[in-house]
């Protein structure tokens, strides 16, 4: 009996032995894979996460670019008033993966800045064509001097928005000689840099929505409402103009929303019409600079390529 138990005892050793073995050398090879495999995903650095690639952008247009209202402004070649809270300057410190190399807006600046020279500066066009490295990302804010939308502006503060009671004049302009001009402005922008994102951006509501916000009383409610609908309509038209030339349009029309003008908590700078404020009117504070970086920086983020 001892004998045959000892055998079989045996037998069963050496079945355990060389039967069994690969399995458990397999389950102990797949278990430390797996182990091993999880304890690089814990500690994988945080670094390791693909970076963004870097890109340079070139900002052109008008005094909504060109950040005035938002004192100090470059003294080298002050003649643009660029600021240094601009909110293209600030869009870099959102994104730091962006660089301004071209900084072509200028106060003041209608569509023909694009292609004439404007207050001693080379044309806009004519800057971004030159650039180097060619641009990968081209903003412009544009058509609210070639619509006259400043000179409403202060025409309320000194008297009232429209000479002859109505804004059936710029509504005309903005409706039916605007749209040509912008879609020319951005094909041209396109040819100027053909493998740049053309970016649009519209102009933000800078009136209260509600009379019951406004504390301005030489804004009387028609003329409120008459200068929002002209806004709302300008960035209509804008929006259009964007999708018939096949670019990009960023909407701010709520970038400032609850800080317009004649608000409590204004983030615009009031009408001035003596001294060196008056070329602040109506133009974004720093914090409204911050709110349209903002509302870019949101739009690439989104809507990234």
Known sequence: MATCSGRRLGRRAFVDRFTNRPVRLILVLVISAITGMVSAGWSEPAHAAAQPAHRTLAALGDSYSSGEGTPPFD??????????????????????????????????????????????????????????????????????????????????YTWKCFWTGNDKYERDYINKELPDILVASYQDLKTAAPDARILVVGYPSIIPSSQSKNTCHWLSNTERGQLTSLNSLLNQVIRRSAAKADVEYVSTDRALRGHEMCTKDSWVAPISVFGPDRDLSAHPNADGQQAIAKAVSRYLDVHDR
Do not use: M, Y
């Not at 020279?117 to 064509?129: A, D, M, N």
């Open 75 to 156: 003294t080298v070649d002050p003649r643009c008033r660029h600021s240094t809270q601009a909110w293209p300057r600030l869009l870099t410190t959102l994104d730091p993966s962006i660089s301004l190399d071209v900084f072509a807006a200028c106060a003041g600046a209608t569509t023909r800045a694009l292609s004439s020279s404007f207050r001693g500066e080379p044309p806009q066009l004519t800057q971004l064509r030159q650039a180097a490295p060619a641009p990968d990302i081209v903003t412009i804010t544009i058509g609210g001097n070639d619509a006259g939308f400043s000179r409403v502006v202060v025409s309320c």
